[in-house]
């Protein structure tokens, strides 16, 4: 069974400035991805960026970048550069490569963006 | 790419009633998703398709809830003889085949069970 743990359920972030958001995991797979969601208040699901458990280096997409530490099983997103349009809740999710087809989410972390 | 879309958005019904919510996924994905989030928590994994078959189903779905995804296409997820407990916000999502392709999520349908 794989778990997800967001140990921060809020945050508060002056705009312009960077935020790192914490997600620890544990998975007996052996091979894995690390997924990352934004949810705006109006309540879609975006996708925001993948790292696969093999890959050597961290992910990175425009802003977004992950911060992958296998050996500490954790996987922190990192934005760079904060916007107003960056308030949201944030989710961190993991799936096996192999078996099944589950997505785990964890709790979230509710990022705001003071002006 | 026109996204996933759910139908209805917003679904207020009377306990012991039955619901029924579409999903139309992105065309040509050939998995599909559905999720239930309740407040103050990530979505939770219900049930998945491939193509027509339903190939992995959550034990939170219990025997009142059923899917169908009769060609492959859209799904319809039903709950009969809902309970108050059952409200929460149901997410549809889809992907291509295989490999890392991430979950592509629709805006949902917030039910809420009176």
């Known amino acids: 069974a794989q778990k997800i743990t967001q140990t921060q359920p809020g945050m508060f972030v002056q705009e312009k400035e960077a935020v790192t958001l914490d997600c620890t995991y544990d998975t007996s797979d052996p091979s894995y991805g690390l997924f990352w969601y934004k949810q705006p208040s109006s309540g879609e699901m975006i996708f925001l960026i993948y790292?696969?458990?093999?890959?050597?280096q961290n992910a990175t997409e425009g802003r977004y970048s992950l911060n992958f530490q296998k050996a500490r099983k954790s996987a922190n997103l990192v934005i760079s550069a904060s916007q107003l349009g960056d308030s949201a809740m944030y989710f961190c999710?993991?799936?096996?490569?192999?078996?099944?087809?589950?997505?785990?989410f964890g709790t979230g972390t509710r990022l705001t963006i003071i002006p | 790419d026109t996204g996933v879309s759910q139908d209805p958005r917003h679904k207020i019904t009377k306990r012991g009633q039955n619901v029924t919510f579409r999903c139309d996924p992105i065309?040509?994905?050939?998995?599909l998703y559905w999720y239930r989030q309740t407040l103050g928590q990530g979505p939770e994994f219900l049930t998945y398709f491939q193509n027509e078959a339903q190939l992995e189903k959550s034990r939170l779905l219990s025997d009142r809830f059923s899917a169908e995804r009769p060609k492959g296409s859209f799904s319809t997820l039903e709950i009969q003889r809902t309970e108050q407990g059952d409200s929460a916000m149901y997410l549809c999502a889809s992907r291509r085949d295989g490999g890392d392709s991430p979950l592509h999520f629709g805006n949902g349908t917030r039910l809420t069970v009176t």
């Open positions: 999710a993991m799936r096996p490569n192999f078996g099944n087809e589950k997505l785990t």
């Open positions: 065309s040509e994905h050939n998995r």
């Open positions: 790292q696969g458990s093999y890959d050597q």
